[in-house]
Nanobody, 122 residues
Framework: QVQLAESGGGSVQAGGSLRLSCAVSGYTYSKFSMAWFRQAPGKEREGVACIEPDDSTTYLDSVKGRFTISKDNAKNTLYLQMNSLKPEDTAMYYC????????????????WGQGTQVTVSS
């Protein structure tokens, strides 16, 4: 059974940084495409960044240059380094896994974590 567990969320002031982690268990992690999504109250879930098995990445335009997705196959862990955080980055952040290519569309993902809250104050 595949399980994903996020950690690293918290409250920071605008301009600050956080690093989210997502531990994956139950499957050969390196075969997945992995992604981070976020959802703010009253808004749709949106893809923030994704990474393929060959380490190619895709980012939401609004986070390019500020967020970096990476993974450590030896530790079965996905990361999202978030710098220069803005109040509009406030949301619940989820990691997700899928077979096949990377996508920022949430509908194609097979496995999800429970989420970790990120709050950015101005």
């Amino acid at each position: 059974q595949v399980q994903l567990a996020e950690s690293g969320g918290g409250s920071v002031q605008a301009g600050g940084s956080l690093r989210l982690s997502c531990a994956v268990s139950g499957y050969t992690y390196s075969k997945f495409s992995m992604a981070w999504f976020r959802q703010a109250p009253g808004k749709e879930r949106e893809g923030v960044a994704c990474i393929e098995p060959d380490d190619s990445t895709t980012y939401l335009d609004s986070v390019k240059g500020r967020f970096t997705i990476s993974k450590d196959n030896a530790k079965n862990t996905l990361y999202l380094q978030m710098n220069s955080l803005k109040p509009e980055d406030t949301a619940m952040y989820y990691c997700a896994a899928k077979f096949g290519g990377c996508s920022l569309y949430w509908g194609g993902y097979d496995y999800w974590g429970q989420g970790t809250q990120v709050t950015v104050s101005s």
